[in-house]
């Protein structure tokens, strides 16, 4: 019997999805779909290629091409010749995981049918970590998010997450071909596709913006000032609020960095201010990040010169209220003397 690999409390694919890399560490990422049918907008196959965060490539089956994004070619290497050489492999791997797919579905209905249709997941993830120079190589194949095999490609042996999968796992164990796909994902292949996609993507740089909203409190909720900030990459950045110098005291919730429609970032980060008249005179949003070298970036919210503005805002809107009922009189009495 295939062997089985220890459960894992958290699952893999949630820790992919949040996507943090450490310092120092460059992550490259294949995360490949393969849906039973192909629905509007969503194709039979699709395989998207990543570096730290960075959308290099895409492929799709209904085009049937391997495709650049954000300008990437590694290298100095010729582009129209370099893709085209890429999309020449994919017919062969839509074949070979089209197979596979439906034998692992077969192995869990055996197992536990089901009557919704499969989703099949396959994620491979190269991490080179520039202090030790240490690669690594993992290969995890999901059905509807639910781990069911993982590649070991120092082992080069798979393992068998879910019980199910474990006959799929002797098969591949047994079968040359099968590694005949997995051999080009080691870890000497990962460190040299990580060291010729670094450069690209050290180049794609981009300073946060921030900007500072007070949201007004309820009798259930206080109110909170939201600092938000765009426009940033890499992915990593720190935003906290401070209160006269120092890190503010009281709960900040985030939302966590999410990405926007190009290869930016955004986040918000936010502070309870509590009851009327009890906050203090200045409240300032900190971001840190690679971009802004030490020089971290301070959005500033001043509770006093809200004061001042707010007290402008309703003497500006009494006057106006003066001169309209002004005007109006003047028109009405106008009127009556005709």
Known sequence: MAPQAKPVSVSFWLMCLCSVACAGVHRLSYLQLISPQAAPGLPRRLSVERMNDLVLSAYDSNTGKLAPRHGYTPGDKNSHQFWSMRSARCPVWDSWVETEYQALVREMNTSSPKTEPYYMQVLKICELDDATGAAQAITRYSLNGEDVLRFQSDQNRWFSVHPAAWRVAERWNREGETFGVMKLFTPQRCKFWIESSAPFTAQKTAKPTARVALVPGTQDRPRRLIC???????????????????????????????????????????????????????????????TLGGDPLRVTWDSQAMGQARVSLIVTGCILTVLGIGALGWYLRRRQGE
């Open 228 to 290: 938000h900030v765009t426009g940033f990459y890499p992915r990593d950045i720190e935003v906290t609020w401070e209160r006269g110098g120092q890190v503010a005291q009281g709960e900040q919730l985030t939302s966590g960095i999410r990405p926007n429609g190009d290869p930016t970032f955004q986040i918000q980060v936010s502070i309870e201010l509590g009851q009327e008249g009890v906050s203090p005179p200045e409240h300032v949003c900190v971001v840190r990040h690679i």
